[in-house]
């Protein structure tokens, strides 16, 4: 074969060369995949991080409405009221704290109770409680006492939340609320389980908080006097012991608001040992969750089942409450929701088109102001929060107040500067007879707490400064025969079965933002 020209030999060696441009562009687009690359993996581990903390949020939610709904299916106590004492079945308590759904704080100002705006609208009703004795068949319930560990198949069993307002500003925050679990040990085989006599009563205060802190045993209080000092013995209850209010943890009425504080709580007329709260005297601001009296030391560790809580919300079942249809007419309002209560397409009134839900215990109390203009908590006629009158469609077994006595005589609910008469706050509590024949005048003289009677009511009612009169055989008050209920010295706050409740936990997972809530219900009806 021949050899090619030189020539061309030298030409076919030659390499075309690449041009800065042509460079620069290779380097741009090599940078756009990379950059592109990095921001899908970046997309990748976020969505893994966040599935991540939903499936933590989720299993931690899921673990703490699995421990309520165990505790609540051993629940001892039929949920009935005035049960009597020597029966031996405990107690079952729901109490609706002044917040709702669409109104988590109150406030009190002006002679009225008011929902002030939460910033964050993720933020339920956050203030409800539950306590209750629970038997548990398979596992004992475990606790601590005098260092030890003890077990027991019966168990006080409280859930309460916790507002730590960090930074002070009344609004609630991401991480600034928890939900508390507390089993206490029924062993009334233990007797005295503290027992201590001391003049100084912060001594005291601080030994009891000390004990409260450290021991999981349900106690009741004995306290004696003797020579200036004072003699303070705590008696590990019975479920017997459980059925009567004055018994029951944070229901104490000695040492009950802080440790500078001794005075003898006195009993609330025709509402004896009701559950403390901050707050629930006069002239306050907002009123968040359970007081010292509950919150004994800080409650850390084993008894926080839940943070970042953003509700914990009790309903109870309500077969006559009624359901309203939305202005859209797609959807059926409960008294919770917006918009219940508020005018409608055809007026005020409108026609319920069914019957029966979980509601807020009074929840009359926000829906009142919807319709008429009222603030809520204020002074308003005994005709309105009964749910007679204007309300009179919207009546139901829960819709009014708890039950108590007018006090004043004016057919009002509530006064200039104590929107409370006869209980604090609405409770379901299945109650005890114990309080008829008990040898104590529990409504005193006409039902006033200080005891001084009202000249209009002296006459009419001067049966009442008699000592249980609701078990004397007489037929003190001339209606409906001897010893009526309308006699007794007590009464429940509400008389009606209680056929179910609703509880919704609401949490966050405050760096991801996730927001989850679960529900359960539990069925009191027997079978």
Known sequence: MANPPIGARRRSRSVTGVTILELLIAMTVSL????????????????????????????????????????????????????????GLGYFEYGEGLGHDTGPLAVFTAGAWTDPPVADTSFGDFDDYLAFTSHSVKYPFVGQYAG???????????????????????????????????????????????????SNLLTMWDSLKTFYDTNDVS??????????????????NSMADLTRRENRFCHHPILALNRTNNTVVALNPHYPFDIQRNDVALNTGALPALNTAIQVGTQTGEDVIQANLLAFDVKAYDPHVPLLASQSGQDVLHPSDPGYGRPGPSGLNETPISMGGFVDLYYMRYVLPRMSGFPTWAVQPLTSVYGTGLTSEYASR?????????????????????PFQGSAFPVYDTWSFHYEQDGIDQDRAVNRADGVDLPSLAATYAWRGTVDQGMDGLDNDG?????????????????APLRGIRVEIRVI??????????????DFTPE
Do not use: C
């Open 32 to 87: 756009v995949v990379v950059y592109a690359m990095i921001g899908q993996f970046n997309v990748v581990v976020t969505q893994v991080a966040e599935g991540r903390s939903s499936v933590e949020l989720s299993g931690q939610l899921r673990g703490s409405t699995t421990i309520l709904q165990s505790d609540l299916r051993g629940v001892t106590a039929p949920a009935r009221t005035s049960m009597a004492s020597d029966a």
């Open 148 to 198: 030890a560990t003890i077990d027991s198949h019966h168990a006080e069993v409280v859930w309460w939340t916790y507002w730590n307002d960090a930074d002070a500003d009344g609004q609630p925050r991401p991480g600034e609320l928890m939900l508390h679990r507390r089993p206490l040990l029924v062993r009334p085989d233990l007797g005295v389980v503290f027992d201590l006599t001391s």
């Open 219 to 236: 106690t009741h209080p004995v306290v004696t006097w003797s020579g200036g000092n004072m003699r303070v013995q705590l008696w590990a």
């Open 398 to 418: 829960f819709s009014g107040p708890p039950a108590f006595h007018d006090l004043n005589g004016n057919a009002l609910w509530g006064i200039a500067n104590e």
């Open 479 to 495: 209606i409906q025969g001897v010893d009526n209920p309308s006699e007794r010295e007590t009464q429940p706050p509400y008389a």
């Open 509 to 522: 997972e405050a760096d991801a933002r996730n927001v989850k809530q679960l529900g359960i219900s539990h």
